[in-house]
């Protein structure tokens, strides 16, 4: 388990029960399963700050001593962050020094603010570090990802109740679409997987600028999700074959209409979400790697820090998302589906099936760039933490 930071608040490694407590986490593996009352992020800024040192070292791997897993699930994921990460990322990697820091600390100002900023604390030059060991030097890696696209529509306040999946509940601030309104959306809002058992996924695409690439929200909801992965794995598999347009179906012995944008009998409703975390991986911090023999002695590197600041918000107008993460390690020396059937009518005389889609229970939200295998940061939501209530 990961060591982690409450909301903006250091906590070293934690036990079980305290990690249940913190109600929202971050996370650096997608496979890490969902617990009840416990909300959690993932961005890939990590995996570009991880790329960016084995890049600078010059290895396909970087591996850790004592071995961890975490090393091992930023070792093999595969993607193309050119496509993942959205415009402006700025990924910064190399020597260490005090101007290197002063332009990173100026940059994170600009783009994210003075929290990000005090990220990058002084410069510590090559001397000794104890009695047997000397600092040659040091490097610098840092991601920084701040976006905040915007919704081309309006939706209506509302509050709600949110039920978690601990059975409690409580009303919350969203927000939604519904009757005429939400006929007028069009494309606005898609429907692109929905088996009228639970499970559905929405996509709400951004504005964007003439010069910007598309990128797009989508919502999950399904029975069985069990970790940021599996609920990734099924918004790409809808994302790459929605629903049509139109269809017949059969619901409770009656033929409705089936279309993929909201219609004049449906309803759509979301809370806000926003969060702010900030996380120290103790799994990291610590760890060696690239020893070589060195005279009586050896050299190696050494992780000493290896922290994230991650802010997401997502309200009516749209979302706002900064994720910021830095890796330093010191380089060291040491003297020691069924057919349809044949009577199905045709579905422009059918009436539309009311729909009730509202995201008021346990879901994932994930924000994507288009053609994208990974989403630029995705969160499940199962707290309220990141909710809004008043």
């Known amino acids: 388990m990961l060591s982690m930071v409450c909301p903006q608040t250091q906590v070293s490694a934690q036990s079980p029960d305290a990690f249940l407590q913190t109600q929202v986490t971050a996370t650096l593996d997608l496979s890490e399963k969902f617990q009840k009352g416990l909300s959690l992020l993932w961005s890939p800024s990590g995996q570009a700050a991880w790329d960016k040192m084995r890049e600078f070292h010059g290895v396909k791997t970087i591996e850790l001593e004592p071995p961890t897993h975490i090393a091992d699930v930023l070792n093999q994921f595969k993607w193309d962050a050119a496509k993942t990460l959205p415009d402006g990322t700025v990924v910064y990697g190399g020597e260490d020094s005090e101007a290197r820091r002063v332009e990173i600390r100026e940059m994170l100002r ?94 709400l695409p951004f504005y964007g600028e003439a010069e910007s690439r598309p990128c797009f929200l989508t919502l999950a909801k399904a029975p069985n999700m069990t970790c940021l992965e599996n609920g990734i794995q099924r918004v790409r598999q809808a994302l790459k074959s929605p629903l049509p347009a139109d269809q017949a179906i059969k619901q409770n012995n009656k033929w409705w209409r089936y279309h993929n944008h909201l219609t004049a009998v449906d309803r759509f409703w979301m809370p806000k979400l926003k969060t702010t975390l900030s996380c120290d991986y103790g799994e990291l911090i610590g760890k060696t790697y690239l020893r070589q023999p060195n005279g009586p002695g050896f050299t190696y590197w050494q992780i000493r820090e290896a922290q994230q600041l991650l802010s997401f918000r997502l309200d009516e107008q749209g979302s706002m998302t900064q994720a910021v993460f830095k890796v330093v390690p010191d380089f060291l020396s040491s003297s020691g589906g069924a057919e349809k059937p044949t009577d199905t009518p045709k579905v422009e005389s059918l009436p539309f099936l009311p729909r009730v889609f509202s995201f008021d229970g346990p879901f994932l939200a994930a924000l994507w760039m288009k053609d994208a295998e990974w989403p630029y940061i995705a969160c499940w939501v199962d707290s309220e933490e990141v909710l809004l209530k008043k």
């Open 110 to 203: 600009k783009r994210v603010g003075a929290n990000a900023a005090a990220m990058i604390g002084p410069y510590l030059p090559p001397g000794r570090v104890d009695a047997n060991t000397v600092r040659l030097g040091s490097a610098i890696f840092v991601s920084c990802i701040s976006h905040s696209p915007r919704f081309p529509v309006g939706f209506a306040l509302k509050k709600s109740i949110f039920s978690y999946s601990n059975g409690q509940g409580t009303p919350v601030q969203g927000f939604g679409s519904e009757g005429p309104h939400a006929a007028s959306l069009g494309d606005a809002l898609d429907v692109i997987a929905d088996d009228l058992k639970g499970t559905v996924i929405l996509k």
